[in-house]
């Protein structure tokens, strides 16, 4: 037996994190020093997961997935209550016609798409939850988590307690020169810029946190100011940022399944998150150019460049996947997803959406709900999945 092989026996009856109740976190940094600190956490052990028929590892490779489509269903409903179109296929919120307005001056067709890609995400969380119980197996409920305060602007439902904070963003838009490089590739280690480099800085609200943000232009009040215009903008490229995290995943965490059938749901799901990522990534170059505009509540600046003439690593029109280096540099450039590296895939994604600020408020004043914990127990046991166990 291998060392990954061996690696559930070394941890049999490990549980790291609670399941249930609320776990002392220490002086935990806000939303990041769970995942990136060495925080101590004191916790009660549990048991393992159940996996039914499934081997360990495509229990715990499914488990991580329902629990990021749990998590992107959360943050999208989110976006579709005030600026898609709420109705019976996906209810709650009724629209904030100002925001939807600042929206489609990325693209007349956003509240479509928004609405699509929202119900794509539930659809998934529903069909992998469903075919774990199948199964046999556990399946994952992030229900008691949600307890982060929710919008209170107009069109948002200002009651529902949320997973996800819309509120407080600082968005990696490095995804874009990434795709744009012709030599390099995160799988080799290269780092890129970012495309906006004021949207990595601070905290900026994807959506109104109320109606003081939902401003018109002064000249013209069916208009949105250019603060709103920030609001929708900062949502445009954090829309391609969450689906190019799905792109990657779905094919890293590939490599580790063992049944074909799993494989098949796997291969599936991750192919409409290269369809969700190219279309929100073709509607960012569209965001309308700003410059120095300020958070009245924050101070916060943030600014959109126009990419209409920069060069190719800005080029906003170069959607596809440019050529790069994939496997080893010997071999020929190719046009691919990047990263599917497989080793850490999954903690990895779980870093990034810490990173953006998703999670603020699920630990306060060093005191954790339990949300980040579990979430990083579950991501450990899909790094942990090898072939045949």
Same mark, same amino acid.
């Given at each position: 037996?291998?060392q990954?092989?061996n ?7 490990r549980r790291s994190? /609670?399941?249930n109740? +609320?776990?002392a976190?220490?002086a935990?940094t ?5 995942l990136?600190g ?10 393992e997961?159940?996996?039914g028929?499934?081997?360990?590892? %495509?229990?715990?490779i499914?488990? &991580? /997935?329902? $629990?990021?489509?749990i998590?992107e269903?959360?943050l999208?409903?989110q976006?579709?209550e005030l600026?898609g179109i709420?109705d019976?296929?996906l209810?709650?919120?009724s #629209?904030?016609?100002l925001?939807? !307005?600042?929206?489609k001056?990325? *693209?007349?067709?956003?509240d ?6 929202t ?6 969380e529903?069909?992998i939850n469903?075919y774990? $119980?199948?199964? #046999?197996a556990?399946?994952?409920?992030l229900?008691r988590?949600?307890t982060?305060?929710p919008?209170? $602007? ?10 996800t904070?819309?509120?407080q963003?600082?968005? %990696? ?10 030599t390099?590739n995160?799988?080799f280690?290269?780092?890129f810029?970012n495309a +906006?480099? !004021?949207?990595?800085?601070g905290?900026?609200p994807?959506i109104?946190?109320?109606? *003081?943000?939902?401003?018109s232009?002064p000249?013209d009040a069916?208009k949105?100011?250019d603060f709103?215009q920030?609001i929708?903008?900062?949502?445009g490229?954090h829309?391609p940022?969450i ?5 990657s ?8 399944v063992s049944?074909?059938?799993v @494989?098949?749901?796997v /291969?599936? /799901? #991750?192919?409409t998150e290269?369809m969700?990522f190219q279309t929100w ?8 150019p700003l410059t ?9 600046m ?5 990419f209409?003439n920069?060069g ?5 029109? @170069? ?6 280096k994939?496997?080893?540099k010997d @071999?020929p450039?190719?046009s +691919?997803?990047?990263p599917?590296?497989t080793?850490g ?7 990034g ?5 998703? &999670? +603020? ?6 005191r954790?709900d339990?949300f980040?914990?579990?979430?990083k ?13």
């Amino acid at each position: 037996m291998t060392q990954d092989q061996n690696v559930f026996s070394l941890r049999k009856n490990r549980r790291s994190f /609670l399941r249930n109740g +609320i776990v002392a976190a220490g002086a935990a940094t806000v939303g990041t020093g769970l995942l990136v600190g060495e925080v101590p956490v004191f916790a009660q052990e549990g048991p393992e997961e159940g996996s039914g028929t499934l081997t360990r590892g %495509d229990a715990a490779i499914l488990r &991580f /997935l329902a $629990a990021a489509e749990i998590i992107e269903t959360d943050l999208w409903q989110q976006y579709n209550e005030l600026g898609g179109i709420p109705d019976n296929e996906l209810p709650g919120g009724s #629209g904030n016609p100002l925001y939807t !307005t600042a929206l489609k001056n990325l *693209d007349s067709d956003m509240d479509q798409y928004i609405h699509d890609n929202t119900e794509d995400e539930l659809t998934h969380e529903q069909f992998i939850n469903s075919y774990l $119980a199948s199964k #046999g197996a556990d399946i994952v409920d992030l229900s008691r988590y949600a307890t982060l305060p929710p919008s209170q $602007a107009d069109g948002a439902n200002k009651t529902k307690g949320r997973l996800t904070n819309l509120m407080q963003l600082t968005v %990696d838009t490095s995804w874009w020169t990434r795709y744009r490089s012709r030599t390099k590739n995160p799988d080799f280690g290269d780092t890129f810029p970012n495309a +906006i480099p !004021t949207l990595a800085k601070g905290q900026h609200p994807a959506i109104p946190r109320t109606n *003081d943000d939902v401003t018109s232009d002064p000249k013209d009040a069916t208009k949105p100011s250019d603060f709103l215009q920030a609001i929708a903008n900062t949502a445009g490229f954090h829309f391609p940022f969450i689906e190019q995290g799905g792109t990657s995943l779905y094919p890293s965490v590939a490599q580790r399944v063992s049944n074909t059938e799993v @494989l098949r749901i796997v /291969l599936s /799901l #991750g192919g409409t998150e290269n369809m969700h990522f190219q279309t929100w990534h073709d509607k960012a170059g569209n965001a309308p150019p700003l410059t120095n505009v300020k958070d009245p509540k924050t101070g916060v600046m943030v600014t959109f460049p126009d990419f209409s003439n920069s060069g190719e690593n800005l080029k906003k029109n @170069l959607i596809m996947p440019e050529p790069t280096k994939f496997l080893r540099k010997d @071999l020929p450039a190719c046009s +691919i997803v990047r990263p599917t590296q497989t080793r850490g895939a999954a903690m990895d994604a779980l870093r990034g959406l810490t990173a953006d600020g998703l &999670f +603020i408020g699920h630990v306060v004043h060093g005191r954790s709900d339990g949300f980040l914990e579990f979430l990083k127990d579950l991501a450990e046991d899909a790094d942990e999945a090898v072939r045949g166990f």
